[in-house]
Every structure is written in C-alpha cells, then in structure tokens.
C-alpha cells in the first residue's frame, strides 16, 4: 500500500514572499500521479496542479509549481508571490492509476498554511 | 464550482439512524468517488464507481453502502449511526481517461 506523509503540519508565510510545502511518499509502483490539492476554510477541495511521474518535466500552474524527485520519492510545491487567498490546508495526493482496480487518491495528513499580511 | 453537487450540505442525526448523501458528477465524467473526512482518520476513500459499476473499495464499513445510477449519480447509505461516524463526507468525479479528480462541496453530517 502506498503511503503519502507530510511532515510540516502548519506553515506560515509573509505575503508576497515564497513557500514551499513538503511532501514524500512511499510505493514500488512506476507509473503513477501526484496531485496537490487546497482546502480553504471554506473545506471545498480543489485541485491545485498534478504531476506523471513518467514525466520529468516539473509541473506549474501559474505561481504554483512543483519540484518532483521521483528517486527520492519527493513532491514539494512552491507557491510564489503568496496572496492572503492562499491561506488554507494543503494535501499532497497519490494515485496509481488502475482501470481494474480503482484510481483512489491516497492522501497525506494536510499542512496548514496561513499566509500573513 | 467544480461541477460536482452534492446533497444535503448540512445533515445532523441520531445515533442509529440511516442516512442517505447524494451526488451528481460532472457532466461527461463516469467515475465516482467517495471519501471521508475525519479529525482523526484525515481524508479517506471510501468507495469508487465506474458507470454504474463498483470499481474499488477502500476503508468502507459494512454499515456503509454505495451505488451508482444510470444517469450517473450516486448515493451513499450510512445505516446504524455511531457517533464516530460524524465527518465531511466528499463525493468526487473524474473522466475515466484523464486522472484529476474533482470534487463537490461536501456533506457534513453530525450524528448525535
């Protein structure tokens, strides 16, 4: 089973500075995606960016990209330029995409990130 | 507004009641997907559908039960309410060839 851990439970960032939040996880699998998805307060669910792993290529999204080290089985994500809108729960997300078996989302525990005026 | 609807929005109950959620997918997509959110257990999949059919389960308890419709939508039944059992319960949909899932607004259901 695969296993997703995020080992910064709260951040805090001035706005307008940079924040990257932490995210590794564990699995024998090759061919997989990873995805961050946002939580304001609102508790709405919404869906940040994604990343293949058979790509090397990091994805972006805006002020939103990502520093994807398949060896080292890491995913962090960087958001530039933080906006008071940013403040909300962050979760890291892995799916191994199956057709037989289901493409569940495994997600870590969340960092809360509260961007400061 | 990712598209998918979930009702009711707000559901307050007693123990041992049963309880019914609802979802509507986005336009287009035929996967399914329930999760629940919990103080203590984080974000949990529950169960997936694929155009009507159960796809694969995750951490569903036997008092839970799920089903899709032909026209796509999807209820979950939560019978034998424990206290334990209050949570944000998220519905999601996904188009089978592309992977991103996206999901509704949440049902928060209270049991007491």
Redesign the interface.
């Known amino acids: 089973a695969q296993t997703v851990t995020q080992s910064q439970p709260e951040m805090s960032v001035q706005e307008a500075e940079t924040v990257t939040l932490s995210c590794t996880y564990d699995t024998s699998e090759n061919n997989y995606?990873l995805?961050w998805?946002k939580q304001p307060p609102?508790?709405?669910?919404?869906?940040v960016i994604?990343q293949e792993a058979y790509k090397q290529q990091n994805a972006t999204e805006n002020r939103f990209s990502v520093n994807f080290q398949k060896a080292a089985k890491s995913f962090s994500l960087k958001i530039s330029d933080s906006q008071l809108g940013d403040t909300a729960m962050y979760?890291c997300a892995f799916?191994k995409?199956d057709?037989n078996?289901?493409?569940?989302?495994?997600?870590g525990?969340?960092t809360r990130l509260m961007v400061k005026p | 507004d990712?598209g998918v609807t979930q009702t009711p929005k707000h559901l307050i109950t007693a123990t041992g009641q049963r309880v019914t959620l609802r979802c509507s997918p986005r336009s287009g997509d035929l996967?399914v997907?329930w999760?629940q959110q919990s103080l203590d257990q984080?974000?949990?999949?529950l169960i997936?559908y694929y155009n009507g059919e159960e796809?694969?389960k995750?951490n569903i308890l036997e008092r839970f039960s799920a089903q899709q419709f032909p026209d796509l939508h999807s209820e979950l039944n939560l019978s034998s309410l424990e206290l334990g059992d209050s949570a944000?319960y998220?519905c999601?949909s996904?188009v089978?060839s592309r992977?991103?899932?996206?999901?509704g607004?949440?049902t928060?259901l209270t049991v007491l």
Request: aromatic content about 24%.
């Open positions: 995606y995805f998805y609102s508790r709405q669910m919404i869906l994604r979760f799916m995409p057709n078996a289901g493409n569940m989302l495994t997600f525990g969340g | 990712s996967s997907y999760y984080g974000l949990q999949f997936q796809r694969a995750g944000l998220f999601a996904s089978s992977y991103e899932q996206f999901f607004p949440g928060r």
